[in-house]
């Protein structure tokens, strides 16, 4: 966790002599930093995302915004920090590391009492960037698929074979492709398969279609583990030499999670649709589906 024993031993002090002050009822005199070293001690390694979180909190360190102590922390830092950052990267990066940086000023002070509120809540937020709504054609799925060397005969034998699967399933499920990745043999009973861990934190029971079950069908038996025997860099690859091939523009793998949505909300009310996709929050299904109007006005008749 430590470089070395006297980091360890430094850092353990210092947070004995912000308990002390805390105790006597004030701001303890630490560095954000220090703050954030805590949070990636005692909170983040009891998240799914701990390793990604963790790299996240490294570079908040490196900001300039680290040094500042706790008791002279004010939104001018903060909305410093938030022009600097918004200088080198996308408001949704900035929108990341606020999540972030605002949950750890929460925990700071709901359940480590070292400030006396939320520093952030003044501070302007960046304007979030439209919502993502590309979608995939039909010509699109074509082209990816030929040159992914896709066949609806036989077992799927090579690695870009897979991937075309796992495009095709990703679609006609609406699962995201680390619960694609991670699925394994024994979980898929009949038309239904089981993920016992979410990007949400809860297991959930997702329903095949014919079609998903054939394609699953051709994916060859390989023994324990994934049965898409496909990492994310692999997935990533061949996906990204197919669709460079295939001359298509401004595609991403998640994009199938925009177009399944939209394909299922024809077929599954909405609650139904929720449950099948794993969101709890409805809100979230109006981000995905994205009919046009031309599709609409065809149901209307």
Same mark, same amino acid.
């Given at each position: 966790?430590?470089?070395?024993?006297?980091?360890?031993?430094?850092?353990?002090?210092?947070?004995?002599?912000?308990?002390?002050?805390?105790?006597?009822?004030?701001?303890?005199?630490?560095?954000?930093?220090?703050?954030?070293?805590?949070?990636m001690q005692e909170?983040?390694?009891?998240?799914?995302?701990?390793?990604?979180?963790?790299?996240?909190?490294?570079?908040?360190?490196?900001?300039?915004?680290?040094?500042?102590?706790?008791?002279?922390?004010?939104?001018?830092?903060?909305?410093?920090?938030?022009?600097?950052?918004?200088?080198?990267?996308?408001?949704?990066?900035?929108?990341?590391?606020?999540?972030?940086?605002?949950?750890?000023?929460?925990?700071?002070?709901?359940?480590w009492e070292y400030?006396?509120?939320?520093?952030?809540?003044?501070?302007?937020?960046?304007?979030?960037?439209?919502?993502?709504?590309?979608?995939?054609?039909?010509?699109?799925?074509?082209?990816?698929?030929?040159?992914?060397?896709?066949?609806?005969? $036989?077992?799927?034998?090579?690695? @870009?074979? *897979?991937?075309? !699967?796992?495009? /095709?399933?990703?679609?006609? =499920?609406?699962?995201? #492709?680390?619960?694609?990745?991670?699925?394994?043999?024994?979980?898929?009973?009949?038309?239904?398969?089981?993920?016992?861990?979410?990007?949400?934190?809860?297991?959930?029971?997702?329903?095949?279609?014919?079609?998903?079950?054939?394609?699953?069908?051709?994916?060859?038996?390989?023994?324990?583990?994934?049965?898409?025997?496909?990492?994310?860099?692999?997935?990533? $690859?061949?996906?990204?030499?197919? @669709?460079? *091939?295939?001359? !298509?523009?401004? /595609?991403?793998?998640?994009? =199938?999670?925009?177009? #399944?949505?939209?394909?299922?909300?024809?077929?599954?009310?909405?609650?139904?649709?929720?449950?099948?996709?794993?969101?709890?929050?409805?809100?979230?299904?109006?981000?995905?589906?994205?009919?046009?109007?031309?599709?609409?006005?065809?149901?209307?008749?």
């Open positions: 966790m430590f470089p070395s024993k006297r980091e360890a031993a430094e850092w353990a002090a210092a947070q004995a002599a912000a308990i002390k002050t805390v105790q006597a009822g004030g701001t303890p005199d630490i560095p954000v930093a220090a703050l954030l070293e805590k949070y909170v983040t390694p009891r998240k799914r995302g701990r390793v990604k979180e963790a790299l996240q909190l490294q570079r908040l360190m490196r900001d300039e915004l680290a040094q500042v102590r706790l008791p002279q922390l004010k939104p001018a830092y903060l909305s410093a920090w938030r022009d600097r950052r918004l200088s080198e990267v996308s408001a949704a990066s900035v929108l990341r590391d606020w999540s972030l940086l605002s949950h750890v000023f929460s925990v700071a002070v709901r359940e400030l006396p509120g939320n520093p952030l809540k003044p501070v302007r937020k960046p304007k979030a960037p439209p919502s993502r709504d590309r979608r995939i054609s039909e010509a699109e799925i074509s082209r990816l698929l030929l040159g992914l060397g896709y066949s609806r005969e $036989g077992t799927a034998k090579t690695v @870009r074979a *897979r991937v075309a !699967i796992a495009l /095709l399933f990703a679609i006609e =499920t609406g699962m995201r #492709a680390g619960e694609i990745l991670s699925l394994k043999w024994e979980a898929v009973r009949g038309n239904v398969a089981h993920l016992p861990v979410t990007k949400n934190g809860y297991p959930r029971n997702v329903p095949l279609s014919a079609e998903a079950v054939r394609l699953f069908g051709q994916l060859p038996k390989s023994g324990a583990g994934s049965a898409f025997n496909l990492t994310s860099d692999q997935l990533k $690859g061949y996906f990204s030499q197919a @669709r460079e *091939r295939a001359q !298509i523009d401004n /595609l991403h793998f998640h994009d =199938t999670r925009h177009e #399944a949505i939209t394909r299922l909300a024809r077929k599954l009310d909405v609650l139904d649709l929720a449950r099948m996709v794993g969101t709890r929050d409805l809100k979230i299904l109006m981000v995905y589906y994205n009919a046009t109007p031309s599709e609409i006005a065809a149901r209307l008749g």
